[in-house]
């Protein structure tokens, strides 16, 4: 059985840096795309970004660039998900979902992490 | 960037209802679409993908249609589990949109 299986939730301070990680299982890791997928509270799905396990190989949207940093241990099979500097903007659900295909539709979802960043 | 538009934001239903939704792409995307469901507090859930293929274990009831920028989720006949928020989204870019979601609620 194909399962992604996220970090815990978060509670940090503007500035402060953070890592969330999404686990895979059942499956070739390298063979899956892993995207991250932001929810803000009571709002809709936001794609943040793709990588490719196989070669670190990653896509991000315009809105979050250089804002975030996704990235992969295949040793692991883990996919990660990062900030440097969080905002208060930064607070929402964060899941990761996997596709087969360079494009494709997510197939597998992770639970969620909640990252809540409040001073 | 591509813009998925929904329609309707809200839809009030009945069970048993014949229930439609629609997702509009500001450019054309082939048949790169899919459909999800997401109940609150829950990840969401693949429904439908290629615009029409319904995903393994999913009901008959749901089923999707449309190519090129025009496409529609409809659910048959409405069960009590099946109210929830409804999202497509394309991949026909490498940079992946929702569309805003459609919400369906008890009437």
């Known amino acids: 059985e194909v399962q992604l299986v996220q970090s815990g939730a978060e509670v940090k301070k503007p500035g402060e840096s953070l890592k969330i990680s999404c686990k895979g299982s059942?499956?070739?890791?390298?063979?899956?795309?892993i995207g991250w997928v932001r929810q803000m509270s009571g709002k809709g799905l936001e794609w943040m970004g793709i990588?490719?396990?196989?070669?670190?190989?990653?896509t991000y949207s315009p809105s979050v660039q250089g804002q975030v940093t996704i990235s992969v241990d295949k040793s692991i099979n883990t996919a990660y998900l990062q900030w440097s500097s969080l905002k208060a903007s930064d607070t929402a659900m964060y899941y990761c979902?996997?596709?087969?295909?360079?494009?494709?539709?997510?197939?597998?979802w992770g639970q969620g992490t909640l990252v809540t960043v409040s001073s | 960037d591509i813009q998925m538009t929904q329609s309707p934001s809200t839809l009030s239903a009945s069970v048993g209802d014949r229930v439609t939704i629609t997702c509009r792409a500001s450019?054309?995307?082939?048949?790169?679409l899919a459909w999800y469901q997401q109940k609150p507090g829950k990840a969401p859930k693949l429904l439908i993908y290629?615009?029409?293929s319904l995903e393994s274990g999913v009901p008959s009831r749901f089923s999707g249609s449309g190519s090129g920028t025009e496409f529609t989720l409809t659910i048959s006949s409405l069960q009590p589990e099946d109210f929830a928020t409804y999202y497509c989204?394309?991949?026909?870019?490498?940079?992946?949109?929702f569309g805003q979601g459609t919400k369906v609620e008890i009437k």
């Open positions: 979902a996997g596709q087969s295909g360079r494009l494709g539709a997510f197939e597998y």
């Open positions: 059942g499956y070739s890791f390298s063979s899956y795309w």
């Open positions: 450019q054309i995307i082939s048949s790169s």
């Open positions: 989204q394309q991949y026909n870019s490498y940079l992946r949109t």
């Open positions: 990588i490719y396990p196989g070669d670190s190989e990653s």
């Open positions: 290629k615009a029409s």
